[in-house]
């Protein structure tokens, strides 16, 4: 690092202190982003750093769970670790998070980077670290249809991928070889496990007591990546994750070498989190005792199952922004006992604009004893959901409205204060209060709950 990079960091680093300071925002992003405008190679540069290695973990659900995860354990066995922790994962969060952890000569000393990537990013972020010396791991945990407006399809996003890293070149093959890049992969999705051979270390589930009853509408990768025939399952956990083979030309899920771990967290989608951190530790010869000390008291980042207390009474958080995570998300609800829900569906930028994707989940799996209320930016939307869900057969679309239909109760309020405090009003002592909600709405519900808001 030469003598400006140094100057760029620290400065930027003060940017961040001021920001924190002045109640500005958390610096997660801003310091990344000026550092980049200065100096468009930063990220390479930061990136040497690292003693250890540099870790990517990528994919439409999980990032943020399975990063944090990973963090904690690195860190039990001693390591620095330099971790984007706020979720900030474009190239300019990892960035910032780089500099919050330097010293103010401009140094990192830091054994890894573990990075939560988006989706869209990890191309660059790639393409930025792979020709340093650090080794690189990069974990990818699944793809499902997020943000349309933003992504494309789900094939669109694996091109990139398949792009960005070369998976046939002979330069990437030799790389692989000699573990200086190393793929961790979920073998039950399709399209994530394509990328792999045999030198991949994969993850996955081996219960056929948790396969879907009933095929969920949020599918996405049922043809086979090779030939593009219709997969055939054995089995499905979830959405087009499962037990899949094609009989046209013989590709057939990959043998998962870590595929049994004790359940930390509620919910299927928390266990394939869970098996994607172990392998990663695995990787690095970490002992299962160890693991397991680490992840005992393990906690979930803000919005993933977070517990939130109000005047005495639970409110469990999920972020749900996606049909195959909302599915995930009132799945895991309703195995907890869920009879009172808020879902809040918003259309901003984070959440992306198009929000059509609500007519591929599975609202008909809420039973009828459950009380819903729903609230954000597109109540409406929702509202109009839960009617065509059988849910309300006769809802009206008017604010500030109660219906009941068959025992049943719906509220729509567009206000979300009010929504919470109407929620709340109709708690029962030994009841949870489940808000399930896309991104820009959580941060909302966060900070009325808590008045703290993350940025």
Aim: glycine residues 6%.
């Amino acid at each position: 690092m030469d003598f400006l990079d140094r100057i760029v960091v620290v400065c930027t680093k003060c940017i961040s202190v001021i920001s924190k300071t002045l109640g500005f925002g958390a610096g997660a992003t801003w310091p990344g982003e000026i550092a980049l405008m200065i100096r468009p190679n930063i990220l390479r540069i930061l990136s040497k750093r690292f003693n250890k290695g540099i870790i990517l973990v990528a994919g439409t659900n999980g990032k943020t769970t399975t990063t944090l995860m990973i963090h904690k354990i690195l860190e039990s066995t001693g390591a620095v670790v330099v971790h984007n922790a706020t979720g900030a994962n474009l190239v300019n969060g990892i960035v910032s998070a780089c500099i919050s952890m330097a010293d103010w000569r401009g140094k990192i000393e830091a054994d890894f980077g573990v990075f939560e990537v988006d989706e869209n990013s990890l191309p660059i972020v790639f393409k930025s670290i792979k020709s340093v010396k650090s080794k690189v791991t990069v974990v990818l945990l699944n793809l499902f249809r997020d943000q349309l407006d933003r992504y494309g399809e789900v094939d669109v996003i694996i091109e990139k991928w398949k792009k960005a890293f070369g998976v046939e070149s002979d330069k990437f093959i030799k790389l692989i070889k000699t573990k200086d890049i190393r793929l961790i992969l979920n073998a039950d999705d399709p399209a994530i496990a394509s990328l792999g051979d045999k030198h991949s270390l994969y993850f996955g589930l081996n219960d056929p007591k948790k396969f879907l009853k009933t095929k969920e509408h949020a599918t996405d990768s049922t043809f086979c990546p090779k030939c593009r025939s219709r997969l055939m399952y054995d089995g499905v956990y979830y959405s087009h994750v499962g037990i899949w083979r094609c009989e046209h030309c013989g590709n057939t899920r990959p043998k998962p070498m870590v595929f049994d771990w004790p359940q930390i967290l509620p919910g299927l989608y928390n266990q394939y989190n869970t098996l994607a951190a172990v392998a990663l530790a695995k990787s690095l010869d970490i002992p299962d005792k160890d693991i397991k000390v680490a992840l005992k008291d393990f906690s979930p980042a803000f919005g993933r199952q977070e517990e939130v207390v109000v005047n005495g009474k639970i409110i469990k958080l999920f972020l749900s922004k996606n049909p195959a995570g909302f599915n995930a998300s009132l799945r895991a609800a309703l195995e907890m006992g869920a009879k009172n829900i808020l879902l809040v569906l918003n259309d901003r930028i984070p959440d992306g604009r198009d929000v059509s994707w609500i007519w591929d989940v599975d609202f008909e799996m809420i039973p009828k004893d459950v009380r819903i209320t729903v609230s954000g930016d597109r109540v409406y939307d929702m509202a109009l959901r839960m009617k065509y869900a059988g849910l309300g057969k006769f809802i009206k679309l008017k604010v500030h409205k109660v219906y009941k239909e068959e025992g049943q109760e719906i509220s729509i309020e567009p206000d979300l204060h009010k929504a919470i405090d109407g929620a709340l009003k109709y708690h029962k002592s030994n009841q949870i209060l489940y808000i399930l909600a896309t991104y820009s709405a959580m941060l909302e519900v966060r900070k009325i709950l808590t008045g703290k808001k993350i940025q």
